[in-house]
């Protein structure tokens, strides 16, 4: 049982909790965190979930309802089957990275997103070319306009 708190205790120091997700900030495999437990390595967000939550279920896997893989905030974490895992959409997060559509309902995909500079927030390359066009209309009839008066 001691063991077992040491272990525990161990674990969570790794974890940055620092936002909404709780990122792992130790050893990484295959995208996903990897933490050794009895000289054997498992995944971080499972450690986690089964810490916090009880034994995962034969069968299911551990879903990260942020879509955030290296998050191990069990309020994020959930045993689905693989199918369920798959079909699920957007995370629980809010932040601009599960964006998918801007405020006008364009799709933020390939060629439609764009990101601002010196920030990762995505923006929608239609409506900033809409924008663009009306400050250009605007400032066109403001040219006409002055100069006739
Ligand atoms: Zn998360
Ligand atoms: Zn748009």
Redesign the pocket.
Known sequence: MMEQLLINNNFWDKVDKGG???IWTAGVRGGYGGFKVNRKLVDAHRYAFELTKGKIPEGLQID?????HS???P???EAVTQRENVLRGY???ANNSRKTHCKRGHELIGNNLGHEKYSTKRRCKTCDRNNAKIRQRKYRERLRFGGMS
Do not use: F, I
């Not at 990260?64 to 955030?68: S, T």
């Open positions: 909404c997700c709780w990260h309802l942020c879509r955030n998050c191990v905030n309020e994020h974490l995370g629980v997060c």
